[in-house]
């Protein structure tokens, strides 16, 4: 059983400041993990991904994420924010194939100028 | 074109009628899967085609028939649909069914069942 629990529906940042998405998951196997982004009017698109290899990923945009095992969390992080950076954020988790992926309930971000 | 790409971006029905969604994947994938996004829902996966064989079906209504006649398009058929159907329904598409695939997705079809 695999399940996945993106901690904060809404965070609202100022620009130029960090940004932290937080993200929770569970698994029986070694899952992989990815972050999406959705503008809106839009489909989602892959920010980055985890599948064993290094532990801090870097995706694109300027947005990295840590798995960290022991705490089963994968959190998203961006050292400024941009007012594109505005959008919903989903966390998903994968850990048989790609068709019995968990998405999470997303998390809406707010840039103030 | 480029991506995955989807038509039409918006529909609206009745619900005794039937038409077709499509959705069409430039990538060169093997995998396909359809999604159905509703306001304060997660997202749901309807179905999943690899190779053009469907290797998963949610318990989706009979009301929806999925078809995929080759590994670069997919269709999703309506009939008689209810307006709790009313959503955002996202194709997307992957190297293949791997955990470790990503997947592209399509901008989506609003359909409104009214």
């Known amino acids: 059983a695999q399940s996945v629990t993106q901690l904060d529906s809404h965070v609202s940042v100022s620009e130029g400041t960090p940004v932290l998405l937080r993200c929770n998951y569970s698994?029986?196997?070694?899952?992989?993990l990815f972050w999406y982004v959705q503008h809106p009017n839009k489909g989602l698109q892959l920010l980055l991904k985890?599948?064993?290899?290094?532990?801090l990923v870097k995706g694109i945009n300027g947005f990295e994420a840590e798995f960290k095992k022991s705490e089963t969390s994968f959190h998203l992080t961006k050292p400024s924010a941009h007012m594109s950076d505005a959008a919903e954020y989903f966390c998903?988790?994968?850990?048989?194939?790609?068709?019995?992926?968990?998405f999470g309930d997303g998390t809406t971000l707010t840039v103030k100028p | 074109e480029t991506g995955v790409t989807q038509t039409p971006r918006h529909l609206v029905m009745g619900m005794t009628n039937k038409k077709s969604l499509k959705c069409e994947q430039h990538?060169?994938?093997?995998?396909m899967y359809w999604y159905k996004q509703s306001a304060k829902k997660p997202l749901e996966l309807m179905f999943v085609?690899?190779?053009?064989?469907?290797?998963e079906n949610n318990s989706v209504p009979s009301r929806f028939s999925p078809e995929c006649p080759n590994s670069s398009h997919l269709f999703l058929h309506l009939h008689t649909l209810q307006p709790e159907d009313s959503a955002l329904y996202l194709c997307?598409?992957?190297?293949?069914?791997?955990?470790?695939?990503?997947?592209?997705f399509g901008p989506g079809t609003r359909l409104t069942v009214t």
């Open positions: 997307a598409s992957s190297q293949g069914p791997g955990q470790g695939d990503e997947q592209y």
């Open positions: 698994s029986s196997y070694s899952p992989s």
């Open positions: 985890y599948t064993s290899a290094a532990t």
């Open positions: 998903v988790v994968s850990a048989f194939n790609a068709g019995k992926s968990t």
């Open positions: 990538l060169g994938h093997n995998a």
């Open positions: 085609y690899s190779l053009e064989e469907r290797v």
